[in-house]
């Protein structure tokens, strides 16, 4: 599915801890949120203590002062100065190993609830740069036209080497250029991928693909693949369900044919519970690319997703032996052999997952993984569910549904309750409805999870 599942966004306001994770909420520079504190009053609070102060912002109270302060004209809006699209930030909340990226395709680590939402469409209209090119697929410039469709090649292989060549390439054709939209649109994407098949970590992709998103629809409003881009950028990060279905509505509509569009927003609809509707738009999208392998994946994944487990494991096997260099199929995999209670299978496409993306991170926590296994193959499920809830405990981590999938496969029946009672507290609705099917299946018999899940679920997108 496109982001996978570590979770879904968490309500109520997150603490953001220090300039980098504040800077990467606005999708701006360490000193503009800095020049923003003093100077317009932005909220920020200050750790007492002997030395440099430490700085903390809320989200709630960052998108308040944001509002306010466009309402009279003079806000954020009016500078220049966002992080740039081709360049790494300072940095950002990382969470480190595999395991912080197992089921994040679909859910980063790090979402923020009541964050910044994309900017309205009639404000893009009014905004529109005046070197918009219309009716062009392509660049004027033959050097950029040559530059772009090696990228968008590049993007499609789906390898950590293939999405940092899209990434270094589009850059040069925004720079040759800088009025072609779907540049821009496409350096979106390229940031989304880099998340599940390259190095970059969830909030430092997020931002810059946000960042590239908002260029594109400055540029043209309607862009489609900037819109669907949008559209994923506020379900996977932002959490704001409604507004992703509206953005991947809006080219769908002006496009029916349009493969990528129906293949992350049938991952939405997925992962949102909307299983049909879902499994509706991904068989849509294969009946335009019936060749492509991430789009089979997916597919597969959301067939297990909705309950033909068998027939989901079976496709994701098959896929996995042509195409063992794809990081998204051991990702999948480790998630459902866990669910099986397959111990050594788990942790072996953990240790595959690892090797693919060549994260040494992930390396140490494959190693872990390993030597649990020797020792005893039921002390690895509670294993990872140590150290998710350590992650949880320092803050690293605020989505709950992968912890509760990693506890039911524990049978930390304790854990799960707390986890439901953590998410019914926040006021969450949760998505990763493959993995809480599971849950919900593996607890059936319990009135008190079941009843507790049920405060979960998420309003479905379907409409009419």
């Known amino acids: 599915m496109h982001t996978r599942i570590l979770g879904e966004n968490a309500g109520g306001p997150m603490r953001l801890d220090g300039w980098k994770l504040i800077a990467a909420h606005f999708g701006r520079e360490r000193s503009t949120v800095i020049r923003w504190a003093t100077e317009r009053g932005m909220p920020v609070h200050r750790i007492p203590g002997p030395g440099r102060s430490s700085v903390y912002a809320l989200t709630e109270e960052l998108d308040a002062w944001l509002d306010a302060d466009r309402a009279v004209g003079d806000g954020p809006d009016d500078d220049s100065s966002v992080a740039p699209v081709g360049g790494p930030p300072a940095g950002g909340l990382r969470e480190e190993g595999w395991l912080a990226r197992l089921r994040s395709r679909r859910v980063l680590a790090f979402v923020v609830p009541g964050a910044i939402a994309v900017a309205s469409l009639s404000a893009w209209a009014i905004n529109r740069d005046p070197l918009r090119q219309t009716d062009m697929s392509l660049p004027a410039n033959s050097e950029a036209a040559g530059l772009y469709l090696e990228a968008r090649s590049d993007w499609a292989a789906r390898q950590p080497e293939s999405i940092a060549s899209a990434i270094a390439k589009l850059q040069q054709v925004v720079m040759l250029e800088p009025g072609f939209a779907p540049a821009y649109a496409a350096l979106a994407d390229s940031y989304v991928l880099a998340r599940e098949f390259g190095s970059l970590e969830d909030v430092d992709a997020f931002a810059r693909a946000q960042a590239a998103a908002d260029a594109a629809l400055r540029i043209d409003p309607e862009n489609p693949d900037a819109l669907r881009s949008a559209g994923f950028i506020e379900y996977w990060w932002r959490g704001d369900r409604a507004a992703s279905a509206r953005l991947f509505r809006a080219p769908i509509a002006a496009n029916p044919q349009a493969a990528q569009t129906r293949f992350w927003f049938g991952n939405v609809l997925v992962d949102n519970g909307d299983f049909a509707a879902g499994m509706a738009e991904l068989e849509h999208a ?179």
């Open 286 to 464: 294969l009946l335009l690319e019936p060749a492509s392998v991430p789009l089979q994946v997916d597919t597969a994944w959301a067939r297990w997703s909705m309950g033909d487990e068998a027939r989901g494991l079976a496709d994701l096997e098959r896929l996995r032996d042509a195409n063992p260099s794809l990081a998204t199929i051991h990702d999948y995999l480790a998630v459902i052999y866990l669910a099986r209670g397959d111990m050594a299978a788990f942790v072996a496409e953990a240790t595959a997952l690892a090797e693919v993306n060549g994260r040494p991170s992930d390396g140490d926590q494959a190693i872990r993984l390993q030597a649990a296994l020797a020792a005893d193959a039921a002390s690895v499920a509670p294993l990872v569910l140590a150290d998710l809830e350590a992650d949880l405990a320092s803050g690293r981590r605020s989505s709950l549904t992968w912890p509760t999938f990693v506890a039911t496969a524990a049978r930390d029946r304790a854990a799960v309750v707390r986890l439901l009672d953590t998410g019914k507290a926040r006021g969450e609705r949760w998505g990763s409805s493959g993995l809480m099917r599971h849950v919900r299946e593996s607890w059936a018999r319990d009135t008190e999870i079941t009843l507790l899940l049920d405060d979960l679920v998420a309003d479905s997108l379907v409409t009419g």
